[in-house]
């Protein structure tokens, strides 16, 4: 991918100077990190090593390329998998459906965890969710779960907005993991299958936990590849 935009401006490098130095430059200047970088003069990639000198570069005025080396084919694909899941489980969640979800006295088992993870996840982010002194759940009874459902468009529009979020790195890890070790208590039983016998609703809030918790994974390994450049900027397209 080509950057399309200029990262150094007139900017002067020596003779002896490795393109590796050039790269230097690029990444304080963008964040873009160097093993991301191939340099390009007159439609050929620059090696890493090679000296300025050696490459017949005119003395003043050089342009050169800059391509963006993005996550691989399989990475951008598991990724584009992952939150399109999530977003056909949220296009199947009514609020008709939540508001029958948030009276339920007495959830039947499994959706009261269900509910759980989804608590877990929207930690910090929902100021409706109560938290303890160190960051992490204040209460995980089906009374606050109901508070959290308490206006369902208001609610709805928050999981819509996580997958920003994860995109940002605006979601703390202890939350994923927190809703992650809940899912996993639960076994096969933490399965919208499953829960869809008990609950509709909470079938799709059950689907969306999986799949945005594979999302957050996904991002996270891309994300600390491209350490100081905004890459899910960059693939926004390619992802969605």
């Keep these: 991918m080509l950057s399309g935009k200029v990262v150094l401006p007139e900017m002067h490098f020596s003779e002896s100077a490795l393109v590796s130095s050039v790269k230097d430059e690029v990444r304080a200047a ?3 990190p160097v093993w991301h970088q191939m ?11 090679a000296s300025l000198g050696d490459l017949s570069l005119p003395s003043k005025g050089a342009a050169l390329q800059l391509a963006v080396v993005l996550p691989s084919d399989a990475e951008v694909a598991q990724a584009r998998h992952s939150i399109q899941d999530a977003s056909a489980a949220l296009n ?5 459906g ?4 948030k009276r ?13 993870a989804v608590l877990h996840l929207l930690a910090g982010i929902d100021p409706s969710i109560q938290l303890n002194s160190s960051g992490g759940l204040k209460d995980t009874s089906w009374k606050a779960s109901t508070a959290m459902m308490k206006e369902p468009r208001r609610f709805l529009f928050a999981l819509m907005n996580f ?10 890890e202890r939350n994923i ?12 039983d933490f399965s919208p299958e499953c829960i869809a016998r008990k609950s509709v609703a909470a079938s799709s809030l059950c689907r969306w936990v999986l799949s945005i918790i594979q999302y957050y994974d996904i991002v996270t390994q891309i ?3 491209f350490k100081g450049f905004d890459i899910m900027a960059a693939i926004s397209e390619q992802v969605q």
Excluded: F, Y
């Design 98 to 101: 939540l508001t029958e979800l």
């Design 39 to 49: 340099l390009v003069w007159q439609m050929a990639a620059l090696e890493h090593n």
């Design 104 to 116: 339920l006295a007495r959830p039947p088992a499994g959706v009261d965890l269900v509910l759980e």
């Design 163 to 172: 997958n920003t979020l994860v995109d940002n790195g605006g979601i703390p």
């Design 177 to 188: 993991k927190s809703a992650s070790r809940l899912c996993e208590s639960m076994g096969p």
């Design 92 to 96: 199947s969640l009514s609020l008709r």
């Design 30 to 32: 963008s964040g873009i």
């Design 223 to 225: 994300r600390a590849d």
